[in-house]
């Protein structure tokens, strides 16, 4: 199981970005997936999961309405659409799935078992 992120950059506040996460070695249509990040001297937090076996889509509240998961079968790859960047969203992010959880809630609240390397995304003010 591979897990490749990119996508990452600096952005000025209220800007967008998407991140990318491209996945090998196994098929996203029955695992959950999901982004996840970390902020300098903060832990890890959920920010998206999706089930990729009926799409359905897990956002915390703290994160609804701005970023949007979503995922192309033909590239095996999901993607993250990040909109109205906040300097608040500087982080480390990591494309993380588990393949044997398939709930897109369950995998945003546990720690996944696979993990992509990162990319950073830094947004100024």
């Known amino acids: 199981v591979q897990l490749q992120a990119s996508g990452g950059g600096l952005v000025q506040a209220g800007g967008s970005l998407r991140l990318s996460c491209a996945a090998s070695?196994?098929?996203?249509?029955?695992?959950?997936i999901g982004w996840f990040r970390q902020a300098p001297g903060k832990e890890r937090e959920a920010v998206a999961c999706?089930?990729?076996?009926?799409?359905?889509?897990y956002y915390p509240d703290f994160m609804r309405d701005r970023f949007t998961i979503s995922r192309d079968k033909t590239k095996n790859t999901i993607y993250l659409q990040m909109d109205n960047l906040r300097p608040e969203d500087t982080a480390v992010y990591y494309c993380?799935?588990?393949?044997?959880?398939?709930?897109?809630?369950?995998?945003?609240?546990?720690?996944?078992?696979?993990w992509g390397q990162g990319t950073l995304v830094t947004v100024s003010s």
């Open positions: 993380a799935t588990d393949l044997g959880r398939f709930s897109s809630y369950d995998l945003c609240h546990s720690r996944p078992t696979e």
């Open positions: 070695g196994f098929t996203l249509n029955r695992p959950a």
């Open positions: 999706l089930s990729t076996n009926n799409d359905i889509t």
